[in-house]
T-cell receptor, first 111, second 114 residues
Framework: DAKTTQPNSMESNEEEPVHLPCNHS???????IHWYRQLPSQGPEYVIH???SNVNNRMASLAIAEDRKSSTLILHRATLRDAAVYYC????????????FGQGTRLTINP | NAGVTQTPKFQVLKTGQSMTLQCAQD?????MSWYRQDPGMGLRLIHY???????DQGEVPNGYNVSRSTTEDFPLRLLLAAPSQTSVYFC?????????????FGSGTQLSVL
């Protein structure tokens, strides 16, 4: 299965944009890129996903590189409630039933 | 809407004891799965099911049994608990109609095996 690489931790200030990077250099042509986040003491929750084009929803934006070997989750205006561990995951069509989580990026938001 | 409900929230076991972690969902999802999360780590898939009567192994299935007799329930059984199974366990479910159906997670069960 193709793997992802994320920084262990990042820090940002409240009301500023946050760009969370993810590298997936071995991504295959049919792998979707998913992002989940896990707030403290909670189960993960879905954030966004994409294949080739940039995607936006009410929570975040996903920018995907043209070669698809990297992507960036963008929180446009971080709040304290966005402090969480963010997971970048590839959804493998062959093993489509499995969603494999890495260690993610722990995002700290400073007031 | 209840979503995915896990019980109990906390459990302490002695080595060698057995127990069942319960997971129920009210969204009529075909797919259900169990993950464990060790301190400072990501989630690892234990077992999953794509429908009643169908289960399969994930990354770390040893020491755990599952069955799926109804769409709503997917219990996880520890037959002989070991300290290495101390972890937080999450159940998740989703529809299976499209590859990108999002996973819904429960709030977790914190298990300590002494």
């Amino acid at each position: 299965d193709a793997k992802t690489t994320q920084p262990n931790s990042m820090e940002s200030n409240e009301e500023e944009p946050v760009h969370l990077p993810c590298n997936h250099s071995t991504i295959s042509g049919t792998d979707y890129i998913h992002w989940y986040r896990q707030l403290p003491s909670q189960g993960p929750e879905y954030v966004i996903h994409g294949l080739t084009s940039n995607v936006n929803n009410r929570m975040a934006s996903l920018a995907i590189a043209e070669d698809r070997k990297s992507s960036t989750l963008i929180l446009h205006r971080a709040t304290l409630r966005d402090a969480a561990v963010y997971y970048c995951i590839l959804r493998d069509r062959k093993g489509a039933q499995k969603l494999v989580f890495g260690q993610g990026t722990r995002l700290t938001i400073n007031p | 809407n209840a979503g995915v409900t896990q019980t109990p929230k906390f459990q302490v076991l002695k080595t060698g004891q057995s127990m069942t972690l319960q997971c129920a969902q009210d969204m009529n999802h075909e797919y259900m799965s169990w993950y464990r999360q060790d301190p400072g780590m990501g989630l690892r898939l234990i077992h999953y099911s794509v429908g009643a009567g169908i289960t399969d192994q994930g990354e770390v299935p040893n020491g755990y049994n599952v069955s799926r007799s109804t769409t709503e329930d997917f219990p996880l059984r520890l037959l002989l608990a070991a300290p290495s199974q101390t972890s937080v366990y999450f159940c998740a479910s989703r529809r299976t109609g499209a590859i990108n159906e999002k996973l819904f997670f429960g709030s977790g069960t914190q298990l300590s095996v002494l």
